[in-house]
């Protein structure tokens, strides 16, 4: 039954606007402390116009796409969007057009 036993796998929810300078270090403190952990990390974007979704690009170069996933919105729409969507739909069907309050 061990060898069974089904790995859970989580989705983190980074919600950002004008991050650029802490975006990277937040990733990499992720990734340091769950190394045993699957999870991906769902960066969710209000449209920044700083660059962070650039450097969460770069990001994803490096950890990997299925790891790092962005999510742009076009502006700032708040946190509670982010939580009431995921709630409702689980955080695996979110997509870039479906942020909607």
């Known amino acids: 039954m061990d060898a069974q036993k089904q790995k859970n ?12 300078l ?11 402390h769950l190394p045993d952990v699957d999870f991906e990390v ?3 974007d209000d449209g920044s116009p700083d660059g962070t979704q650039d450097i969460v690009k770069q990001l ?11 999510r742009a919105r076009p502006g700032k729409m708040g946190l509670a ?3 009431k969507f995921c709630c409702h739909y689980g955080c695996r069907s979110i997509t870039p057009c479906k942020f909607f309050c």
């Open 60 to 70: 994803q170069q490096v950890y990997g796409e299925d790891r790092i996933l962005l």
């Open 42 to 44: 769902i960066v969710v």
């Open 81 to 83: 969007c982010i939580w």
């Open 9 to 20: 796998k989580y989705s983190i929810i980074v919600p950002t606007y004008n991050e650029r």
């Open 22 to 32: 802490n975006i990277s270090l937040i990733i990499y403190l992720i990734f340091k």
